[in-house]
């Protein structure tokens, strides 16, 4: 299982507001015929599922800018691929919280 995290940049679109952009992008994660989960954050979106899953949705959402005006997009890709255990954004989000709770009992 992977988690991906997604920063998609439209330049050249004529404004500073790309929210226009995000809402498209969020409307392809949606719409995702792969077994993908995501969450979107005010900064990038993470994506969890399949390595080829979570590639062929990026793929999508890279293009979608270019779909509706930019004239050039800027996309990175942070990708966590932990082949050892099953894995997922709510379980490490888990170990976090119970470390934390460790240390304050």
């Known amino acids: 299982m992977a988690i991906a995290q997604v920063t998609i940049v439209p330049i050249g679109t004529g404004s500073t507001s790309v929210s226009a952009y995000v809402a498209e992008v ?9 077994r993908i989960k995501h969450e979107m954050t005010p900064m990038s979106t993470i994506i969890e599922g399949e390595l080829e899953d979570v ?15 930019a004239r050039r997009v800027s996309t990175s890709i942070t990708i966590d691929d932990r082949r050892d255990k099953q894995g997922t954004m709510a379980q ?9 709770r460790q240390q304050t009992e």
């Open 26 to 34: 969020e409307r392809v994660l949606r719409m995702a015929p792969e």
């Open 55 to 69: 590639l062929a949705v990026v793929r999508r959402m890279h293009e979608t800018p270019f779909n509706h005006g």
């Open 92 to 100: 490490k989000m888990e170990a976090v919280a119970d470390k934390l």
